[in-house]
């Protein structure tokens, strides 16, 4: 018998034994430091449990095994929590750890744990619960946050391995501090460079800042009153699924189900059924021609047009995406007793009715699993979006001019970009170092909840995304990056916390180089150099 839940415990299974590894002192002190505390509680706790028990009727011996079993349990709770507790601190008088309070003195506000005013006249609110290096964010636990780096001693790190041959003729590399916005590291920092897929993470920031975090994008049927004609209209949402488990995506089953019954209402059992693709210009086709990693763009798709059951990474395509859910759409109706006749291209007017609709998962969700992933095809599609959002045309063209637009808007060092699409497919794409960590300071800033996606959305490295597989021997769980992958052209900008507990984002660019595994190995060593530099 297989049992499903045991395949990614056996995935899981060589980093938990590592962390493990890692916490095990740290939870042996903390047991060392608690045990007197506990022998005094469990003295203390004795006469009292002892007058309880005279106090109850006489208990069968099962009965007394059973309360004895509970006692001990008690107990032993007791002293793991007391551990956790040790061992996730320090912890400030006010329960708060110090590295968040000390990374929070370092923005210049007000931080603590008083959010709203003195401490005398507003509640506290209770402090935000720690978590090993996998989720750190601000500073490891038992650290508080230290200065940033000194430049010169990072260099000495980083200098001989950014030089390696691995990384081809050209490359270019900047490392930030968060808390401060001080570049720390720069080399050709403001040369730009083809990106590859960390293009996705000015996408990001773009259609943040544009639509919004709590943007979704709505599929509908709508119903033609003076032809009778259903139409199905394209959101433009990619991951809309005709799968029987949506798994938290937009449902076509779903919208098929509201869209007959609506029908029946009505009395209506046979239509004719086209769709509208109409809110996407310009050509589908991305300037690289079929590939594997993108579909045709169109504002009408199922399931990215993936012809097999993946839902990340390249597969094949079905060459009309729009066509093939619309007719995935016709097939569902019939089976819940609506005739239609075989669909064809059409715009909705304005006085169809809409008949039910279906939304996406929030912006913020999509945002995550594009970078996590790099899944162009979301990509391609925040890309659009952010046009529309901006009122410029919604094709390749009017897409890359409202990136780059939303971009200055915010304020961010654009000389010598250029984004020629959303995904970073396009090898004339160009960013710099500086814009790449820029970018990730940005969507760091206490003051930009909306764009703390980009962050949240790297993928771990050794855990998840495209960085599942890498840093096996290096700084997994620590470093946060978007990777970036053509031919002759790596890229990797994130961030990580090193051995001060502080925040740093950097950017490696790479362009000319013979073999990607190779150049992989170099900028992750880069990046575990970072996590366990302290370089004062």
């Known amino acids: 018998m297989v049992v499903p839940e045991l395949r990614p415990w056996r995935a899981a299974r060589p980093h938990v034994v590592r962390i493990a590894g890692a916490v095990r002192p740290r939870l042996a002190r903390a047991a060392d430091s608690v045990r007197p505390h506990l022998a005094r509680a469990a003295a203390?706790?004795?006469?009292?449990?002892?007058?309880?028990?005279?106090?109850?009727?006489?208990?069968?011996?099962?009965?007394?095994?059973?309360?004895q079993y509970t006692a001990r349990a008690a107990t032993a709770g007791l002293a793991l929590a007391a551990g956790v507790v040790t061992a996730a601190g320090p912890w400030d008088s006010s329960g708060q750890r110090k590295a968040e309070r000390d990374w929070a003195a370092a923005q210049?506000?007000?931080?603590?744990?008083?959010?709203?005013?003195?401490?005398?006249?507003?509640?506290?609110?209770?402090?935000?619960?720690?978590?090993?290096?996998?989720?750190?964010?601000?500073?490891?636990?038992?650290?508080?946050?230290?200065?940033?780096?000194?430049?010169?001693?990072?260099?000495?790190?980083?200098?001989?391995?950014?030089?390696?041959?691995?990384?081809?003729?050209r490359n270019a590399a900047a490392v930030?501090?968060?808390?401060?916005?001080?570049?720390?590291?720069?080399?050709?920092?403001?040369?730009?460079?083809?990106?590859?897929?960390?293009?996705?993470?000015?996408?990001?920031?773009?259609?943040?800042?544009?639509?919004?975090?709590?943007?979704?994008?709505?599929?509908?049927?709508?119903?033609?009153?003076?032809?009778?004609?259903?139409?199905?209209?394209?959101?433009?949402?990619?991951?809309?699924?005709?799968?029987?488990?949506?798994?938290?995506a937009a449902s076509l089953r779903t919208l098929a189900d509201e869209t007959a019954g609506a029908l029946a209402q009505r009395g209506i059992r046979e239509v004719t059924l086209s769709y509208d693709t109409t809110l996407y210009a310009g050509p589908e086709r991305h300037p690289i021609g079929v590939n594997d990693n993108l579909a045709p763009v169109t504002a009408l798709m199922t399931d990215e047009g993936r012809t097999d059951d993946s839902t990340s990474g390249p597969a094949p395509r079905v060459p009309d995406p729009a066509a093939h859910a619309a007719r995935t759409f016709g097939?569902?109706?019939?089976?819940?007793?609506?005739?239609?006749?075989?669909?064809?291209?059409?715009?909705?007017?304005?006085?169809?009715?809409?008949?039910?609709?279906?939304?996406?998962?929030?912006l913020s969700a999509l945002v995550e699993r594009m970078l996590t992933h790099s899944d162009n095809d979301i990509a391609e599609a925040l890309a659009r979006q952010t046009a529309i959002?901006?009122?410029?045309?919604?094709?390749?063209?009017?897409?890359?001019?409202?990136?780059?637009?939303?971009?200055?808007?915010l304020g961010l060092p654009l000389e010598g970009a250029a984004v020629q699409d959303g995904s970073g497919l396009n090898r004339a794409d160009r960013l710099t170092a500086d814009l790449l960590t820029s970018l990730l300071r940005l969507s760091a800033d206490p003051?930009?909840?909306?764009?703390?996606?980009?962050?949240?959305?790297?993928?771990?490295?050794?855990?998840?995304?495209?960085?599942?597989?890498?840093?096996?021997?290096?700084?997994?769980?620590?470093?946060?990056?978007?990777?970036?992958?053509?031919?002759?052209?790596?890229?990797?900008?994130?961030?990580?916390?090193?051995?001060?507990?502080?925040?740093?984002?950097?950017?490696f660019l790479a362009t000319g180089t013979a073999d990607p595994t190779t150049a992989q190995t170099a900028m992750d060593k880069a990046a575990t150099a970072l996590a366990g530099c302290g370089c004062r």
Do not use: C, M
């Not at 004795?46 to 007394?64: D, E, H, N, S, Y």
């Not at 019939?334 to 609709?357: E, F, H, V, W, Y």
């Not at 700084?475 to 052209?489: F, M, Q």
């Open 108 to 169: 210049e506000r007000a931080g603590g744990t008083d959010h709203h005013g003195t401490s005398a006249t507003k509640p506290t609110p209770p402090p935000a619960p720690s978590a090993p290096a996998v989720l750190t964010g601000l500073g490891g636990a038992g650290q508080a946050v230290k200065a940033a780096p000194n430049g010169k001693a990072l260099a000495d790190v980083l200098d001989p391995l950014l030089t390696s041959p691995a990384l081809g003729t």
């Open 44 to 67: 203390a706790a004795g006469p009292r449990i002892t007058r309880l028990a005279r106090t109850v009727r006489p208990q069968t011996p099962r009965t007394q095994r059973t309360w």
């Open 447 to 507: 003051t930009r909840p909306d764009l703390r996606p980009v962050l949240t959305g790297l993928p771990i490295a050794g855990f998840t995304g495209t960085l599942t597989s890498r840093y096996s021997d290096g700084a997994a769980g620590v470093v946060r990056a978007k990777t970036g992958t053509l031919t002759g052209v790596n890229a990797l900008a994130g961030t990580v916390v090193d051995q001060n507990g502080r925040l740093l984002a950097f950017a």
């Open 389 to 409: 959002a901006t009122g410029k045309r919604a094709d390749f063209a009017g897409a890359s001019e409202a990136i780059t637009a939303q971009l200055a808007e």
């Open 176 to 248: 930030v501090d968060v808390a401060t916005g001080q570049r720390l590291y720069g080399t050709g920092s403001g040369t730009a460079l083809t990106p590859a897929s960390t293009t996705k993470i000015a996408t990001a920031v773009a259609a943040l800042s544009a639509l919004g975090a709590d943007h979704r994008l709505i599929t509908r049927a709508a119903l033609e009153p003076d032809t009778g004609e259903v139409v199905l209209v394209g959101g433009g949402d990619p991951t809309l699924t005709a799968r029987a488990d949506a798994d938290g």
């Open 331 to 362: 097939d569902l109706l019939q089976d819940r007793g609506i005739k239609t006749k075989a669909p064809g291209p059409s715009k909705a007017t304005t006085r169809a009715q809409t008949l039910a609709t279906v939304s996406s998962p929030p």
